[in-house]
């Protein structure tokens, strides 16, 4: 599967952004999908994940409550909605698949870049 992701930019503190994954090439609704970031001079972070169906969510403590992440299994998209965004959210994201919870992930999408300004 090839996945596209778009919608990085500029935001302010406490801003909103949503970004998304445009997957193709498979039947998209059998991929777990998950979004990843990497801050510059850091390691690649788990951000969440989406089950096939959409109806199971997982997310890192640090955006628990601020980024909800979603899915269109029409349209083979998957979105990252991000709230009350903070400078430590500046990070390149990157949208990823995988079959199943145990696996690894083996399709990754190029990444955005997400600015947050004090």
């Known amino acids: 599967v090839q996945l596209q992701a778009s919608g990085g930019g500029l935001v302010q503190t406490g801003g909103s952004l949503r970004l998304s994954c445009a997957a193709s090439g498979r039947t998209f609704s059998n991929y777990i999908m998950g979004w990843f970031r990497q801050a510059q001079g850091k390691e690649r972070d788990f951000v969440g994940a989406i089950s096939g169906s959409g109806g199971v969510t997982y997310y890192a403590d640090s955006v628990k409550g601020r980024f909800t992440i979603t899915r269109d299994n029409a349209k083979n998209t998957v979105y990252l909605q991000m709230n009350s965004l903070k400078p430590e959210d500046t990070a390149v994201y990157y949208c990823?698949?995988?079959?199943?919870?145990?696996?690894?992930?083996?399709?990754w999408g190029q990444g955005t870049l997400v600015t947050v300004s004090s």
């Open positions: 990823a698949a995988r079959t199943n919870w145990e696996g690894k992930y083996d399709y």
